[in-house]
């Protein structure tokens, strides 16, 4: 089984989150798929929008391990969730943590290179 990411935009309302996460994750495990992390996003406004009725969505990053083939199943089962806006899925994952920036070069060590 693989990793994957996938970033979810709900066309729902604040009640209705929940209850489209349950189903989303419903559908990954009937494909055979195994849930590692939920994270929850803003609700966030689109810079552009295609469709005037539909002016912004809440993001949610699900990361998770599938077979590959069941990603192709899972993008035809979204596409016809009326409350998945758009969905994109990324293979493989890595938490990433942020770190200092690295410190400053003396300045005698530019001097030289130039």
Do not use: H, W
């Not at 083939?69 to 806006?85: G, P």
Request: aromatic letters at 10%.
């Amino acid at each position: 089984m693989k990793k994957y990411e996938g970033l979810f935009i709900f066309d729902v309302d604040e009640n209705g989150i929940n209850s489209a996460l349950d189903k989303v994750s419903a559908e990954i495990a009937a494909q055979g798929g195994k849930i590692e992390n939920i994270k929850k996003l803003d609700k966030r406004p689109f810079a552009r929008t295609p469709d005037k009725k539909v002016t912004s969505g809440y993001y949610v990053n699900i990361a998770f391990e599938a077979p590959g083939a069941a990603i192709r199943t899972l993008k035809t089962r979204f596409a016809l969730n009326f409350n998945v806006y758009r969905v994109m899925f990324t293979e493989g994952f890595c938490a990433v943590e942020p770190q200092e920036a690295p410190a400053a070069a003396p300045a005698e060590a530019a001097t030289e290179n130039a």
